[in-house]
C-alpha cells in the first residue's frame, strides 16, 4: 500500500502562482512515476503532468511554460509549481503514484484524496 497526502491547494487571482506538493509514503516502488491529475467542475480527470523516478517528465500542452514538476531528493514526493494561472486551471488536484516509467495518462496506481485549487478572474 502507498499512502498519498497532498497540500498547497488554495484560493488565487488569475495571474498568480501555487506549489502542490505530495508525499508518499508506504511500499515505494523503486521504479515509479508520481504524477498531478485535475478533475475540472463537471469535465473528467485529466493528466497535468508526470515525473518517473528516473526523471523523465510529460506536461499536457494547456500549461506548458506555466506548470512545472519536479521530486523531492529522497524520490517519494512531486511539487507541482504552478504560475500565470488562469481561470480555467480551477479544479481539485489529485496525486497519483504508480509503478514503472509510463509517464503517460493512466487510471491504475494509487491516489490521493485531492486538494482544490479556485482562481478567481
Known amino acids: 500500500q502507498v499512502q498519498l497526502v497532498e497540500s498547497g491547494g488554495g484560493l488565487v487571482q488569475a495571474g498568480g502562482s501555487l506549489r502542490l506538493s505530495c508525499a508518499a509514503s508506504?511500499?515505494?516502488?523503486?521504479?515509479?512515476?508520481m504524477g498531478w491529475y485535475r478533475q475540472a467542475p463537471g469535465k473528467q480527470r485529466e493528466l497535468v503532468a508526470s515525473?518517473?523516478?528516473?526523471?523523465?517528465?510529460n506536461t499536457v500542452d494547456s500549461v506548458k511554460g506555466r506548470f512545472t514538476i519536479s521530486r523531492g531528493n529522497a524520490g517519494n514526493t512531486v511539487y507541482l509549481q504552478m504560475s500565470s494561472l488562469e481561470s480555467e486551471d480551477t479544479g481539485v488536484y489529485y496525486c497519483?503514484?504508480?509503478?514503472?516509467?509510463?509517464?503517460?495518462?493512466?487510471?491504475?496506481?494509487?491516489w490521493g484524496k485531492g486538494t482544490l485549487v479556485t482562481v478567481s478572474s
Open positions: 515525473i518517473s523516478s528516473a526523471g523523465k517528465t
Open positions: 508506504g511500499s515505494i516502488f523503486t521504479f515509479n512515476t
Open positions: 497519483n503514484f504508480r509503478a514503472g516509467w509510463n509517464t503517460g495518462p493512466t487510471e491504475t496506481g494509487y
